[in-house]
């Protein structure tokens, strides 16, 4: 990524980006007018992005335990009726078992990429604290300083967002590991 700070322009190279997330991009650029020529804008459009997918990955992997809790019968309120007496029903279990354990390691991989999202949230409100150049234009300095209030609110948003699935990660790691404890 460049930025041209006499002209504003900004010049992004997506390297491996599927159709559909090109029409994202393009989408979002769309919705984000009065933001171009801001150099902070393609950051802060890959950290919404990145936030996004990360809800939609939590959500997933949180379907997948409340199935896997219903199916063993290990749910809030419900009996356990897993099958102790039952041979055959018992090595099932061990297919159960490695689904408990890719959901944690799942739930791990996906507790990183979050703390990654927040470090690089973080970095972006630095940036956008950053004084203003005085080697700018005046006007090209007022409309930074305008957009900066718009994307240092984005910004802070996403934080908070990430900070929640952190901790909504965690939670569904401790349900995961009690779950895998009751199967093994």
Not at 140 to 159: D, F, G, P, Y
Not at 162 to 167: A, C, F, G, L, P
Request: glycine share 4%; proline share 4%.
């Amino acid at each position: 990524m460049s930025w041209c700070a006499r002209t504003g322009h900004v010049n992004v190279l997506f390297d491996g980006v599927s159709d559909n997330d090109l029409e994202t991009i393009v989408q979002y650029l769309q919705e984000a007018k009065l933001l171009y020529g801001h150099p902070m804008l393609i950051p802060i459009m890959v950290m919404e992005i990145l936030n996004q997918y990360s809800s939609w990955f939590r959500n997933t992997l949180e379907r997948t335990l409340c199935e896997l809790e219903v199916h063993l019968g290990v749910t809030r309120g419900r009996p356990q009726v897993l099958p102790w007496n039952d041979p055959e029903a018992i090595d099932r279990l061990g297919m159960h078992i490695g689904r408990c354990n890719a959901l944690m390691t799942s739930l791990i991989y996906h507790e990183r990429r979050l703390e990654f999202l927040r470090t690089f949230a973080d970095d972006i409100l630095s940036i956008l604290a950053l004084p203003k150049t005085p080697l700018l234009p005046l006007e090209r300095a007022s409309e930074l300083s305008m957009a900066c209030l718009t994307l240092e609110e984005t910004t802070r948003n996403c934080i908070t967002l990430t900070r929640n699935q952190i901790h909504q990660v965690l939670c569904l790691q401790k349900r995961s590991g009690a779950l895998s404890n009751v199967v093994s």
